[in-house]
């Protein structure tokens, strides 16, 4: 069996080469911003979480007095209030 090889035009070839030269290095550029933006991301999941773990406590009680002023029969509405 005898392949027959296409010669390889040095022109083209150099082409292709710088091609993957800039897709390589538009891929490690592209990198940089993405590890900072998981860093801020992971940032802004602690800070929400510690938010919301601040707030919950305050909100729970609240509810719970509103639950017990709507069933409570010592109190009672005030009409001016609905107006």
Do not use: G, W
């Amino acid at each position: 069996m005898v392949y027959l090889q296409k010669l390889l035009n040095i022109y083209v070839t150099q082409a292709k080469v710088k091609v993957f030269e800039k897709l390589f290095r538009y891929q490690q550029e592209l990198k940089l911003p993405n590890h900072e933006l998981v860093r801020v991301n992971k940032h802004l999941e602690r800070f929400v979480y510690m938010v919301l773990y601040d707030l919950k406590s305050p909100l729970a009680s609240i509810t719970s007095l509103m639950l017990i002023i709507k069933d409570s029969n010592r109190i009672q509405p005030n009409k001016r209030l609905h107006e």
